[in-house]
């Protein structure tokens, strides 16, 4: 596994670990808060509207969900483009792929030249 530490990621992506291959554990999913709610709470329709209090409602079953960072590591990594997963919904989860992805990109390139 890959493990991110880049001082330029947010606080939730900094210790990520990425696989590295396609195996992925999902031993986690027996453990999910969720697994108590009715599913279409984590998948609801638009943003806006009555959308809105669903995603909320759905955001604070994560929280005190104590497989939330792998639930939202699945999610990364299996690139999931739709739903709430490990309390971030998908506009969320797009933006920390990107700065994950951006953080790649500038380590691989190394020490800007001046």
């Known amino acids: 596994m890959t493990s991110l530490t880049s001082s330029c990621l947010p606080p939730i992506l900094a210790e990520i670990p990425f696989p590295a291959g396609r195996h ?24 806006t509207g009555a959308a809105v209090a669903e995603i909320q409602r759905a955001k604070a079953i994560c929280a005190r969900c104590s497989v939330q960072r792998p639930c939202l590591t ?37 020490p800007a030249q001046p």
């Open 24 to 47: 992925l554990d999902i031993d986690w999913q027996e453990a999910a808060v969720c697994r108590q709610a009715d599913p279409e709470l984590f998948f609801p329709i638009g943003t």
């Open 74 to 110: 699945y999610a990364l990594v299996t690139r999931q483009e739709f739903g709430i997963w490990g309390g971030h919904d998908e506009n969320e989860r797009r933006l920390l792929h990107r700065q994950w992805r951006e953080s790649r990109i500038t380590a691989s390139a190394g």
